[in-house]
């Protein structure tokens, strides 16, 4: 239960909503109750009446008013249930907002290091179906519950006016409907709704797995393996759904089972009472009406119970990541002097310190014996690195896959820290600096520069916000994409698809160039800047790189000889040893 109260507590900005909802579903089943027992009062007394008055003794009967307080609760009714859906579906849905953008907030520091290692399907899943489970937790379960809590007293307190025995009776069936029948559904149910969030889970990652592996899987004529192995985990959760389903009816018609008990008995006592003349003949059918009524409060709390293992089986595997400690520490008053305290939940890391240290003038690179192995392997990818890059040189780093050239680019970005030596920027270690600000000195190519489904202008936007239409033109013309822009009937608002699938690669690169040009940084990454292109685009791009890169810090990955020409120095990376060529 844990997880459930942690993400409560992110419920409390939007308290006054969900009090709202909760007060409107009150007031709906108090109006509802008392509908259903007027009514029966009412008719019954009607019947009275005119029996009385065959017999020639008129008895006085206030009509109007029973009919006015029915009609008035009828209306009510409709309007309290009309305004209870609205207002707990926009309690909910701000609820779900508030937590989609707290879960961002947690990625953001996991994005360098943590995320990449995640399947893309698996981190969909979690941002998306497992937050959308926990509309129950206040739909389903806090809402039914404070009602069918406030609900039930009332009911027990308004029937003992009329008879204890029938209150005590029509109570205890309340309870077990109402306490007892949840928590045994919900022990009985638990397996199963854990189960179903995994296989959903399981199920959306190699449907998005085989979504994107579409055409490489009908090239390999492997698709109708695939599809057999998602049809198969179809076929288990429909059985999954199955179980689970056949519980929630047994757990209706328990609860209708009670009603229908406490329904019997109340006749019983209360003919007793009318009997004894402790009841009227219209007190009798009020009772009874009541009891029928009452059992809508607890009704909907089995099979929500049932459940409760689901909403909580999400709510855990949201936490698995955002709990998830980042790559990088943030220095400490130990190893930097230029730190001051920040509150957790502010920064990277709990109770930590932020570096304040500003950005120097200067963007000198020194590597001192750096030595680093990801945290799930033995064995060090970088083994006693040093190595001094200048402002304003540029070197290539080139060697096979897997050697430790992209890990390194990774350590000079500061997504890792070295396990043993240190990096310096100007001289300072680069814990000093603020991740955020650090991250201004660099602009980054690689062959996986992301393009996001939106249009040529807001992907350019990314680098720089405030951008001015002449640096947009000045950008767009040394990347080479005027002549291209120009063609397009939409120009810079064509909207270039998921992830760029609406141009070409080499456009695609040619986009994410421009976007460096405006960042326009002082120190340059490039990671296999042109995999994947021909030998014509590949040219123009390192032509264009070369004016760009003229008075900036170039540092280049790769495993081709293509650009090499861009470069004064050229290392090698073998399994993770550096040595100059």
């Known amino acids: 239960m844990k997880d459930l109260w942690f993400f409560l507590k992110l419920f409390k900005p939007h308290s006054g909503w969900l009090a709202a909802g909760a007060f409107l579903s009150l007031l709906t089943a108090f109006a509802s109750i008392a509908l259903l027992t007027l009514s029966g009062w009412f008719i019954s007394s009607s019947a009275i009446a005119g029996l009385v008055a065959v017999d020639g003794n008129a008895l ?45 907030q947690q990625l953001v520091p996991l994005a360098p290091g943590r995320l990449p290692a995640m399947r893309s399907g698996d981190l969909l899943s979690r941002m998306t179906a497992d937050i959308d489970a926990l509309d129950a937790l206040y739909l389903r379960l806090v809402a039914p519950a404070v009602v069918a809590a406030i609900g039930v007293t009332a009911v027990i307190v308004f029937l003992a006016f009329y008879s204890p025995l029938i209150s005590l009776t029509t109570g205890i069936m309340l309870v077990i409907a109402s306490v007892v029948l949840p928590w045994v559904f919900n022990r009985l149910g638990r397996e199963g709704a854990e189960e179903i969030v995994v296989l959903a889970a399981n199920f959306r990652i190699r449907q998005i797995d ?19 192995f998602l049809e198969q985990f179809s076929n288990l959760m429909i059985n ?37 003349g402790l009841l009227s003949g219209s007190d009798f059918a009020l009772v009874v ?49 230029f730190c001051q305290p920040f509150p957790p939940g502010e920064g990277w890391g709990e109770g930590g310190q932020r570096p ?15 030595s680093f192995r990801y945290p799930d392997q033995q064995n060090f990818v970088l083994k006693n690195i040093s190595l001094t890059i200048p402002q304003g040189s540029k070197i290539a780093i080139v060697g096979a896959n897997g050697s430790g050239k992209t890990t390194l680019l990774h350590l000079l970005m500061r997504y890792y820290d070295p396990g043993q ?5 100007a001289g300072h270690n680069l814990k000093q600096f603020d991740v955020d600000e650090l991250m201004t000195c660099f602009g980054v190519l690689s062959q996986r520069s992301q393009l996001f489904a939106a249009s040529i202008k807001e992907n350019l936007l990314i680098a720089k916000a405030d951008s001015s239409t002449t640096e947009l033109d000045t950008a767009i013309k040394a990347a080479g994409l005027e002549n291209f ?80 020409g861009l470069v004064d120095i050229v290392y090698g990376m073998e399994r993770g040893v550096l040595r100059r060529l």
């Open 60 to 104: 006085v009967f206030n009509f109007m008013l029973p009919a006015a307080q029915i009609r008035a609760l009828a209306i009510s009714r409709t309007l309290g249930r009309y305004g209870e859906r609205v207002v707990t579906h926009e309690a909910t849905f701000r609820v779900l907002a508030g937590i989609r953008s707290w879960f961002f």
């Open 210 to 228: 085989m979504m994107q592996g579409l055409a490489d899987l009908i090239a390999n004529q492997a698709y109708g393996r695939f599809s057999g």
């Open 240 to 276: 999954t759904q199955r179980r689970n389903n056949r519980l929630s009816a047994i757990s209706s018609a328990f609860t209708l089972l009670l009603s229908q008990i406490a329904l019997l008995m109340a006749l019983v006592l209360a003919a007793v009472s009318f009997k004894d």
């Open 289 to 337: 009406f009541c009891v029928i009524a009452a059992f809508e409060l607890v009704m909907p709390l089995p099979q929500a119970m049932q459940m409760l293992a689901k909403t909580q089986k999400a709510a855990s595997r949201i936490r698995q990541v955002a709990d998830m400690p980042p790559t990088i520490k943030l220095g400490t008053a130990t190893d930097c002097g």
């Open 356 to 370: 304040t240290k500003a950005l120097p003038a200067s963007y000198d690179l020194q590597l001192n014996d750096v």
């Open 421 to 425: 030596g240190s990096i310096l920027l």
């Open 485 to 564: 822009i120009g063609y397009l009937p939409e120009g810079l608002d064509t909207w270039v698809g998921e992830s760029g699938l609406k141009v070409s690669g080499g456009e695609a690169r040619r986009i994410a160039l421009a976007r460096l040009y405006l960042k326009n940084a002082p120190v340059l990454i490039l990671d296999e800047p042109t995999e994947g292109l021909d030998v014509e685009t590949e040219r123009d791009l390192f032509t264009a790189l070369a004016d760009f890169a003229r008075d900036k810090t170039v540092i280049m990955v790769t495993h081709r000889e293509a650009g090499l």
